[in-house]
């Protein structure tokens, strides 16, 4: 097997200045990919700047052999970071969305700031850089998307309701990216990684964060930026030497007959089938997911014989 190499290849990296943008970059720029090391070096709950975390990065990556640019806009200034991509290299390839922050505290102590902060950082930030490199990547027709979410986002997390509000909300951004960049091949997918970080370590034990190590992540980043990966709208759990897909599953349900009325006490009485995961499905589209509902209306009309295109009822055709 030959090496995954990125050869004129330039990549946007955002948060590149620490733990796991940091490795993100090093690994894309070893294998030959140009790399805009992007980091607003603020602290890790948003406050202050600095060029020092990005300008290391860069140095790192050129003492190696690479090539890589510094860049200190905040992600929500993404048009600036790919400008500068264009301006130094005349293409962009890839984005990894990696750049992040806490703002970590009970529901009932979070302030609107909090919320907001959170927002615009995680969500505000990866759509304004990937906005600005999407009309570049479909009139190349080439394009590779990596957004970064969480568990937290996935789970639920205590003390965590923003950032995982935010983290899931970049799954289902990624989600539809993946439909609508297919035909022009711009490719969007998602991790949830663990690592030890500075965003990590004062939530998990110092032997642990030492042992995360943001390089066991890298590798799934590197591979699903290639030019050689079809994967597209993934979303992944990774860290830890684990590397796994995740997907919906739902339950079978209860279909109840149409043209009458629902009431609570069936909705109770019909609890178990409702949620039991026995014969579970696994949707991976809205068509997908619409089916038995198309189903139920196709069969209560005169009996099941009126055929109801799914496309069609839709909207997609
Ligand atoms: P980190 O704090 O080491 O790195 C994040 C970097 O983003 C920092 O260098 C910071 O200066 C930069 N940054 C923050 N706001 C920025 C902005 N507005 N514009 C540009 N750069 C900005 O944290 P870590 O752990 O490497 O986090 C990377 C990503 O992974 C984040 O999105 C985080 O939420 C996510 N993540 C990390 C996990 C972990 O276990 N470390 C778990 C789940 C998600």
């Not at 048009?79 to 991509?85: H, L, N, Y």
């Not at 983290?167 to 990624?174: A, D, P, Q, T, Y």
């Not at 189903?295 to 009309?301: E, F, M, P, T, Y």
Request: proline fraction near 3%.
């Amino acid at each position: 097997m030959s090496d995954l190499r990125f050869d004129n290849r330039v990549a946007i990296v955002t948060g590149a200045g620490n733990g796991l943008g940091r490795s993100h970059a090093l690994l894309l720029a070893s294998r030959g990919c140009k790399v805009v090391v992007n980091d607003l070096g603020g602290g890790a709950t948003g406050s202050g700047k600095s060029s020092a975390a990005a300008d290391q990065v860069v140095a790192d990556i050129k003492a190696a052999g690479g090539e890589a640019v510094a860049n200190y806009d905040s992600v929500e200034d993404g048009a600036k970071i790919v400008q500068q991509a264009l301006d130094t290299w005349k293409r962009i390839d890839i984005v990894v969305n990696n750049a992040g922050i806490l703002r970590d505290t009970s529901f009932q102590k979070m302030s609107p700031e909090d919320w907001d902060l959170i927002y615009r950082v995680h969500v505000l930030g990866s759509f304004r850089v990937t906005k600005a490199a999407w009309d570049h990547m479909r009139d190349a027709g080439y394009g590779r998307i990596l957004f970064t979410a969480s568990a937290a986002g996935i789970y639920g997390n205590f003390g965590q309701a923003n950032y995982a509000m935010a983290k899931l909300g970049l799954v289902g951004f990624s989600n539809t990216l993946a439909i609508e960049g297919k035909k022009k091949n711009v490719l969007s997918n998602t991790i949830a990684p663990i690592a030890g970080s500075r965003l990590t370590e004062t939530i998990l034990p110092k032997d642990i964060t030492d042992a995360l190590k943001p390089e066991y992540v890298s590798p799934l980043v590197a591979w699903l930026c290639h030019e050689s990966c079809e994967e597209t709208g993934g979303l992944f759990e990774v860290g830890g030497g684990l590397f796994t897909k995740l997907r919906w599953e739902r339950t079978e349900g209860k279909l109840f007959k149409l043209g009458r009325a629902i009431s609570p006490e069936q909705v109770q009485k019909a609890w178990g089938a409702i949620t039991d995961f026995g014969k579970a499905t696994h949707p991976t589209d809205i068509t997908n997911s619409m089916q038995p509902v198309l189903g139920n209306l196709q069969s209560k009309s005169q009996g099941g014989n009126e055929f109801i295109d799914v496309d069609q009822a839709l909207g997609f055709e």
